[in-house]
């Protein structure tokens, strides 16, 4: 190989490499959502905490800001349940597209 070749390679890994980080960090934006008056981040962390509440009142937790939010725990699970598949099956669709370009 020659070095322009090695060059044009190098610049093709490094092209899809930054792609997909800023697919990451355009998703992980996108897992974002308000509810009850708190800002909330869907991901396995929340929904494991929210799994793992037997509680079926309202209880408070702590947002993404340290605030205290009272919050329905079911409510807000099936929110960001709903959140974060919708957001990974977008991302996936995208990653697919991304990697056939390649």
Do not use: C
Not at 36 to 58: C, F, H, Y
């Amino acid at each position: 190989m020659n070095t322009d070749t090695l060059i044009t390679h190098a610049r093709a890994r490094f092209d899809h490499a930054a792609a997909r980080r800023l697919l990451k960090e355009k998703y992980e934006a996108k897992m974002l959502f308000a509810y009850n008056g708190g800002m909330w981040r869907a991901g396995p962390e929340l929904l494991t905490l929210l799994q793992a509440i037997s509680v079926k009142d309202d209880i408070v937790l702590l947002d993404l800001y340290n605030t205290p939010v009272k919050i329905n725990p079911a409510e807000l699970q099936y929110l960001a349940l709903g959140r974060w598949q919708e957001q990974m099956t977008a991302w996936l669709v995208e990653h697919t597209e991304q990697s056939k370009k390649r």
